[in-house]
């Protein structure tokens, strides 16, 4: 259900459509706490009273409960299991590394910087196979190049 509303057809999250029904969500849920000041008005029956506040607690505040959960469970990564990546997330890992290797040349310890991007990527080329492992690779030797020359050393990978 959440899925056919918030997930478009390449698996990527709607996020304006998410985010205004988050944010429907979250009025609702602080209009079910302000009703409940009404509570004593039904002092009269403790079956009314008791269906408004179960209204106003539970009902009125489960569709955000379960938007977030759903999120949570969707984006759920299980300690044991490997991460499972995308094409689209592991093209936007290695685009983000690159950057960051290009931006960490204006900074004082590009070094420092560096041999944490390779151990990252490296790390990723670990992870992965076929030709993601191909792209994975390339990037970490790119980034070890990089590594390299600022150390002034012929090695590629050697941290």
């Given at each position: 259900?959440?899925?056919?509303?918030?997930?478009?057809?390449?698996?990527?999250?709607?996020?304006?459509?998410?985010?205004?029904?988050?944010?429907?969500?979250?009025?609702?849920?602080?209009?079910?706490?302000?009703?409940?000041?009404?509570?004593?008005?039904?002092?009269?029956?403790?079956?009314?009273?008791?269906?408004?506040?179960?209204?106003?607690?539970?009902?009125?505040?489960?569709?955000?409960?379960?938007?977030?959960?759903?999120?949570?469970?969707?984006?759920?990564?299980?300690p044991g299991r490997p991460v499972e990546w995308s094409h689209d997330?592991?093209?936007?890992?290695?685009?983000?590394?690159?950057?960051?290797?290009?931006?960490?040349?204006?900074?004082?310890?590009?070094?420092?910087?560096?041999?944490?991007?390779?151990?990252?990527?490296?790390?990723?080329?670990?992870?992965?196979?076929?030709?993601?492992?191909?792209?994975?690779?390339?990037?970490?030797?790119?980034?070890?190049?990089?590594?390299?020359?600022?150390?002034?050393?012929?090695?590629?990978?050697?941290?």
């Open positions: 259900m959440f899925s056919a509303a918030f997930v478009d057809s390449s698996g990527r999250l709607r996020m304006r459509r998410l985010f205004h029904a988050i944010f429907a969500c979250v009025l609702v849920a602080l209009l079910s706490t302000v009703l409940l000041v009404a509570t004593p008005v039904f002092a009269g029956s403790e079956l009314i009273q008791g269906i408004w506040v179960l209204t106003c607690v539970f009902f009125m505040k489960m569709p955000l409960v379960t938007i977030l959960w759903w999120l949570i469970w969707r984006n759920k990564e299980v997330e592991l093209a936007g890992i290695f685009e983000h590394l690159l950057r960051q290797a290009r931006h960490a040349a204006r900074a004082h310890d590009e070094q420092a910087r560096l041999a944490y991007l390779s151990k990252e990527a490296w790390n990723i080329a670990d992870r992965v196979g076929g030709d993601a492992k191909v792209d994975a690779l390339t990037v970490a030797l790119r980034i070890d190049e990089r590594l390299a020359e600022v150390r002034g050393t012929s090695t590629a990978h050697g941290s």
